[in-house]
């Protein structure tokens, strides 16, 4: 290994003055990779499954406030009356029906010669003679020519006072009651749903904050059990899914539920034997839309899962683009690519064809029940006269759009159970105390600090890996002002040495020490700022250079970035960049070289003025001339202890 001893080498030359810890070879080398793999396997299955819901409905507005509240309040009112706008038309439907019914009745008998309007209602004429037959031979194939002679002859009959309706006045008046539901529903539907969507908007605000600063305070432990991706879906994902759970999902279903009770309660009130004939075909619907459901979901989650497999290929390629060109893996790669996305469109075409059939089935048992509502209906209203006209269009609509809007609401259940579930890690992350809270008040702060740190028989696992022991009864002194190095074979275990005496983790035997002091005992936030470390792979942010230093001590001079960035050699190139100290360093440090980043995140450790020094092999990735100046730099500190 030779990349191994260079690393090595370096670390013992840290070491020459002083003490030096040779470290045991418990892991092979290289089982950090095998690691990552095992990592890696094991967030796969871990997405796929959907956690086990164990958020309640309403838990998941355990974040609203009283306004919140008071807004989901007058929402769900609008809803509800939005909702009853639908039967209430019917209602008027039915009304206007009957009107028109009546009056075509009406004008039927007065056209009757027989007959005539006296104190508004209709009777046989008293000198009606049989030799008047003129009008009583016109038949239906007259009409035409009777319809204008009759309105000659109605005209001056027309009004209120003949006992013959007047339409005009009727007909407005239901217009009225129309333009009045149309006006009501555009003024319920606004604050029906805004209200709803501004108080979830508040409320998932909340969520992410809460969400965010606890997974900020989660111990470094909780980290490794947790995949980052799942973190970020989670953070975009999960949260949107709660979103669609509290906002207008509940308000639309709110409105079309009343909406189905509404249609129901007119069907059985008017008449029930209709509606019962009507609902007796609904299981065809119901089996009819049950099945579509079931087939899309799965076929969706195919789909689904061929895309993935896709953006992942097309994921895996793009990250590792050098690599594809250095060995001409291009067209090798377009066709990987190729391959999945043929097999994500023939579980698309399927998809289609599934759902064409059954959306053809559902409209087709749906005219089927209009034909057997209305053959069974008009047997209602013509046979035993049970029903007006206008009844039996109001029932069957009645029932019609209830089903309708009950169809349409289960969309809105989906959504809630989503929710619910996404919920139920999001809020048991929310309440999870950290094993190591980051941001405690708690523990003391000492006076002054020497510097003396300690490993008291400290047997240490990793929470991810609880099989393997890494730190096995390890005792070392550090003793304070001078260099103490670690030296070991690579995965011997010096890296998670450094993590204990920053308390990312806790020793599971024995203690660590500062001056004596169990570090468990101390305030965590002081401890760390008594610390700086250069790990050993840095990690830049995506700002400038000058930015990237500060992030040591926050408020920090210009001339200070600049004393540090001297000291950690790191000035000349810095000087060199385009923008000097304003150059942006890429995404991690990306457009830095690896001795680059690492000269600057030395400069980092240096500008906050350590008590303690951590260097996880800091200089491994430079050139023995940097290197050189580096250590010079790095020795002064300690000096200064
Ligand atoms: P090194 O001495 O090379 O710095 P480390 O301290 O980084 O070694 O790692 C020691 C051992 O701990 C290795 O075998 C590695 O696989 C394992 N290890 C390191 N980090 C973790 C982690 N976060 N979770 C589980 N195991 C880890
Ligand atoms: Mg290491």
Known sequence: MPAGSVKLQSIKKLGQENHSYEFSDEEPAGSYMTMTTSKDNEKGPGKEEQPAIRVGFFQLFRFSTCNDLLMMVMGSVCAVLHGSAQPLVLLVFGLLTDTFVEYDIELNELRDDRKEC????????????????????LNQSDWSFMNNSTWEMLTPLKGRSCGLLDIEYEMTNFAYYYVGIGAAVFILGYFQISLWVTAAARQILLIRKLYFSKVMRMEIGWFDCTSIGELNTRMSDDINKINDAIADQVAIFLQRFTTFVGGFCIGFIKGWKLTLVIVSASPLIGIG???????????????????????????????????????????????????????????????GLVMGFFTGFMWMVIFLCYALAFWYGSSLVLDTEEYTPGTLLQVFFGVLVGAMNLGQASPCLEAFAAGRGAATLIFETIDREPEIDCLSEAGYKLDRVKGDIEFHNVTFYYPSRPEVKILDQLSVAVKSGETTAFVGPSGAGKSTAIQLIQRFYDPKEGMVTLDGHDIRGLNIQWLRSLIGIVEQEPVLFATTVAENIRYG?????????????????????????????????????????????????????????????LLDMATSALDNESEAVVQEALDKPVARQ
């Open 553 to 613: 001590r926050p408020g920090v001079s210009m001339e200070e970035i600049i004393t540090a960035a001297k000291e950690a050699n790191a000035y000349n190139f810095i000087m060199d960049l385009p923008q000097k100290f304003d150059t942006l360093v890429g995404e991690g440090g990306g457009q830095m070289s690896g001795g680059q980043k690492q000269r600057i995140a030395i400069a980092r450790a240096l500008v906050r003025n350590p008590r303690i020094l």
């Open 118 to 137: 006296v104190n508004n209602t209709i009777q046989w004429k008293r000198n009606y003679t049989a030799g008047n037959s003129l009008i009583t031979k």
């Open 289 to 351: 839309a049950g099945l579509m459901a079931l087939f899309v979901a799965k076929l969706t989650g195919m789909e689904l899962q061929a895309y993935a497999k896709a953006g992942a290929v097309a994921d895996e390629v793009l990250s590792s683009i050098r690599t594809v060109a250095a060995f001409g893996g291009e067209k090798k790669e377009v066709k990987r690519y190729d391959n999945n996305l043929i097999s994500a469109q023939r579980w698309g075409i399927r998809k």
